[in-house]
């Protein structure tokens, strides 16, 4: 299989049907043998019942469904766990993100040779005030944190080569810092792509101010195992034990 397509949602009745006809439009216009993996993390509107229905007339879609909501990483690494696909994809379920841009996401994986290619949303669609300046502050810690030259670690949109996400594990609220755990797993070859990014057309965002607790814990946690994690008597030099 050429493709699988990763997306976890929550509560996303209303952009799902037009999210899979325009995914199934590109695979079919460029002949890919796919899967799409719709991962419901526990919503609580009608978006199992969408994709249900979605399914009846689409063989490719796929639904995993959590009982309660497990957040991003439990619905991505899932996703992970189930795809068939030589390239995985993943992206929102929201369209925010554009399934046109998943050919040359897959191409430039393939033939620059990446373990991922990252997308980048150099112009965002997003509220500047609480989304794009603690992004940025984050994006500018994480690259220096890892080393890794991305301006968007958090960008949904992103291709895998599928030896990738079978060889990494993603829990908590690490979804912000996939390139970092993929690199620790000894995947170096990260590339990036600009991606077109769109305001959300429906519903509302699920992160809220929480979301700058978690990831700066998060970015803690990284920063904590880069520096100690292959020399952890430092770590306990520095306690004085
Ligand atoms: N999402 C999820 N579980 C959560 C929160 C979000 O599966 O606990 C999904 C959500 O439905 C969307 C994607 O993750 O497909 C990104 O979320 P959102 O669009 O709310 O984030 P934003 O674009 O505002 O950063
Ligand atoms: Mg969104």
Redesign the pocket.
């Known amino acids: 299989m050429d493709l699988s397509i990763v ?6 009745e209303e952009s799902l049907p037009e999210l899979c006809d325009w995914i199934k439009r590109v695979c079919d216009a460029n002949n890919f043998s796919y899967e799409v993996i719709l ?1 419901d ?1 526990g919503s609580t509107d009608d978006s199992w019942e969408v994709l249900q229905k979605l399914r009846t007339e689409n063989p490719h879609l796929k639904g995993i469904k959590f009982q309660r ?4 990483s439990a ?1 991505l690494n899932e996703g992970f766990r189930a795809a068939h696909g030589d390239v995985i994809i993943t992206m ?3 369209l ?1 993100d554009s399934p046109d841009e998943i050919p040359e996401l897959r191409k430039m994986l393939l033939d620059g040779h990446y373990d991922i290619v990252s997308g980048w949303k150099k112009v965002r669609y ?1 509220n500047t005030v609480t ?1 794009n300046i603690p992004s940025k502050f984050f994006n500018a810690v994480t690259r220096s944190v890892s080393n890794i030259k991305l301006h968007d670690f ?1 960008c ?1 949109l992103k291709a895998y080569h599928k030896k990738v996400v079978k060889g990494i594990e993603v829990y908590g609220e690490m979804h912000r810092y996939i390139p970092v755990l993929a690199k620790w797993a000894g995947f170096k070859r990260i590339g990036e792509k600009v991606v077109e990014h769109r305001a ?1 057309k429906y519903g ?4 809220g101010w929480e979301r700058f607790v978690n990831g700066f814990l998060d970015l803690l946690s990284i920063q904590f195992i880069s520096r100690f994690g292959k020399k952890p008597m430092h770590f306990f030099g520095l306690l004085g034990m």
Do not use: S
Not at 7 to 12: A, C
């Open positions: 997306i976890p949602l929550l509560n996303e991962i993390d909501n497990y957040g991003k619905a929102d379920a929201d925010q997003d989304k958090n949904g959300r509302v965002t699920k992160f």
